[in-house]
């Protein structure tokens, strides 16, 4: 299967999904959207109001800023994936409980494998605990680390410059910086994966001559 192939079946399975609670209040699920070969992956929380009723992660206040924040970094919302560690929204936007981020990880964990990005941005502590156990976004964010075979950037969520403005020029900062940390990543990443090994052309068989 395809990376495209492989996204579309997630989407499928995450839109029927029924391995936490949070379906029962699910109106649409939400697995997340962009291109398969995306260098960049953005992960936030969890759904909120208007990504339960469209389907589409980001599609409200949080998400008009985030585009803001990725078109100051060179970058478009179609250049990047984007997706959240919770695929159905919780009540009242609570925060996803710990059986919920476990059932939403195997989707999660098969999309990254699936798109291996060079870079992925978490959006918030929730995403940033998955890469991060016990880190604090206030002393780590906007600072690349390599975590396996890829890059890490924990970012404030959108949402918090919302809530408190006084998040707002740090988040702005961090996305700044994102292009030299892009190519820092690509850099990085040419030297750790060798480049493909061309294969050889086949020699041909000397003939052999029947004399008689």
């Given at each position: 299967m395809t990376a495209e192939e492989i996204l579309a079946q997630i989407a499928k399975e995450v839109s029927v999904c029924t391995n936490c609670d949070l379906h029962k209040g699910r109106k649409r699920a939400v697995p997340g959207e962009g291109p398969a070969e995306a260098e960049v992956m953005l992960i936030g929380e969890g759904p909120g109001f208007y990504e339960n009723e469209?389907?589409?992660p980001f599609v409200g206040a949080a998400g008009q800023f985030l585009e803001q924040l990725l078109a100051q970094a060179g970058l478009k919302r179609t250049d990047v994936w984007i997706g959240n560690v919770v695929k159905c929204r919780p009540?009242?936007?609570?925060?996803?409980?710990p059986e919920e981020l476990a059932a939403c990880d195997l989707y999660l964990e098969r999309q990254i494998a699936a798109i291996?990005?060079?870079i992925i941005?978490?959006?918030g502590r929730f995403s940033m605990g998955k890469f991060m156990p016990g880190a604090r976004i206030s002393?780590?964010?906007g600072q690349m680390?390599?975590?396996g075979g890829r890059f890490v950037i924990p970012m404030f969520?959108?949402?918090a410059a919302l809530h408190n403005p006084t998040y707002k020029p740090l988040i702005l900062q961090d996305?700044?910086?994102?292009?030299?940390?892009?190519e820092q990543a690509r850099a990085a990443l040419a030297k750790m994966r060798p480049a493909p090994v061309e294969p050889e052309t086949p020699k041909e068989e000397p003939k052999q001559l029947n004399l008689f």
């Open positions: 469209q389907g589409r009540p009242n936007n609570r925060d996803p409980l291996n990005p060079k941005i978490t959006l002393g780590v964010h680390r390599q975590i969520h959108p949402a996305f700044a910086r994102l292009p030299h940390m892009l």
